[in-house]
């Protein structure tokens, strides 16, 4: 009869622990910074601004509001993933772990090239965008 | 502060996916009809009321996060009880501007 054994002992990690200040641990700080600055700003116009459709094209056509926009949604997309990332890989070493990564960086363009779509349907009337 | 950490993180990411999911509405035939109904329902009361149990989990969130990066950066120690403190009294305070600037939003 199989019995299961439960280790009480710490995973042991067949690569080399990461080291104390990695490309992924500045960024996380960097977008940190980036996101009080972006989320804040995004947070004040949004609050002043009686959401509408007509409204956010108007606002838009201002190219400053585009690059805001785009800087907001990389930056937390990053942060975001990035963070979750650092959650899950304490969980799961090894192959799973790329395994994770690998998902976590398609799902991260993915939401990416989401959030611009649905900026692009207010700049250029996306298709399915039919106003009045 | 280190689990209020990593849970508020996981939160604001899943709003960030229910948000992009609303502004989706964009995006569907007759879109612009779809997103300004949207727009008018999400006025109501009781998601503003919402949105600041949210900006409570973002200030949270945001002012640890800076508390970490002046510990990583500024000599000062992690778990700090006067940078703890300073940052739960920074963001009740942010989150009492928030709803008094919003209460008129909620009580019409």
Same mark, same amino acid.
């Given at each position: 009869?199989? &019995? $299961?054994?439960?280790?009480? $002992?710490?995973?042991?990690?067949?690569?080399?622990?990461?080291?104390?200040?990695?490309?992924?641990?500045?960024?996380?700080?960097?977008?940190? +910074?980036?996101?009080?600055?972006?989320?804040?700003? =995004?947070?004040?116009? $949004? !609050?002043?601004?009686? &959401?509408?459709?007509?409204?956010?094209? $108007?606002?838009?056509?201002?190219? +400053?509001?585009?690059?805001? %926009?785009?800087?907001?949604?990389?930056?937390?997309?990053?942060?975001?993933?990035?963070?979750?990332?650092?959650?899950?890989?304490?969980?799961? %070493?090894?192959?799973?772990?790329?395994?994770?990564?690998?998902?976590?960086?398609?799902?991260?363009?993915?939401?990416?090239?989401?959030?611009?779509?649905?900026?692009?349907?207010?700049?250029?009337? =996306?298709?399915?965008?039919?106003?009045? | 502060?280190?689990?209020? !950490?990593?849970?508020?993180?996981?939160?604001?990411?899943?709003?960030?996916?229910?948000?992009? +999911?609303?502004?989706?509405?964009?995006?569907?035939?007759?879109?612009?009809?779809?997103?300004?109904?949207?727009?008018?329902?999400?006025?109501?009361?009781?998601?503003?009321?919402?949105?600041?149990?949210?900006?409570?989990?973002?200030?949270?969130?945001?002012?640890?996060?800076?508390?970490?990066?002046?510990?990583?950066?500024?000599?000062?120690?992690?778990?700090?009880?006067?940078?703890?403190?300073?940052?739960?009294?920074?963001?009740?305070?942010?989150?009492?501007?928030?709803?008094?600037?919003?209460?008129? %939003?909620?009580?019409?």
């Amino acid at each position: 009869m199989a &019995t $299961e054994h439960v280790s009480t $002992e710490p995973p042991v990690h067949s690569e080399p622990l990461q080291p104390a200040v990695s490309w992924a641990w500045v960024l996380q700080r960097f977008t940190a +910074i980036l996101l009080v600055v972006f989320l804040g700003g =995004h947070l004040w116009v $949004e !609050h002043f601004m009686n &959401t509408s459709v007509a409204v956010v094209t $108007e606002r838009l056509r201002n190219g +400053i509001f585009v690059v805001l %926009d785009v800087g907001l949604l990389v930056t937390v997309v990053y942060h975001g993933l990035n963070g979750l990332h650092g959650i899950l890989k304490e969980t799961w %070493d090894g192959a799973r772990a790329r395994w994770v990564l690998y998902f976590l960086l398609i799902l991260g363009m993915f939401t990416v090239f989401w959030g611009m779509d649905i900026l692009w349907a207010f700049l250029y009337h =996306h298709p399915f965008l039919v106003i009045g | 502060m280190f689990i209020a !950490h990593r849970i508020s993180g996981l939160l604001i990411l899943g709003y960030l996916y229910l948000h992009l +999911i609303l502004l989706s509405a964009v995006l569907l035939p007759h879109g612009a009809k779809h997103f300004n109904a949207v727009a008018g329902v999400v006025k109501a009361p009781l998601f503003i009321g919402a949105d600041l149990v949210l900006f409570g989990i973002v200030l949270v969130h945001g002012l640890n996060g800076i508390r970490l990066i002046v510990a990583d950066f500024g000599g000062m120690i992690r778990s700090s009880r006067l940078g703890i403190w300073l940052t739960m009294t920074t963001a009740a305070l942010l989150l009492g501007l928030g709803v008094l600037v919003l209460l008129p %939003d909620i009580v019409r």
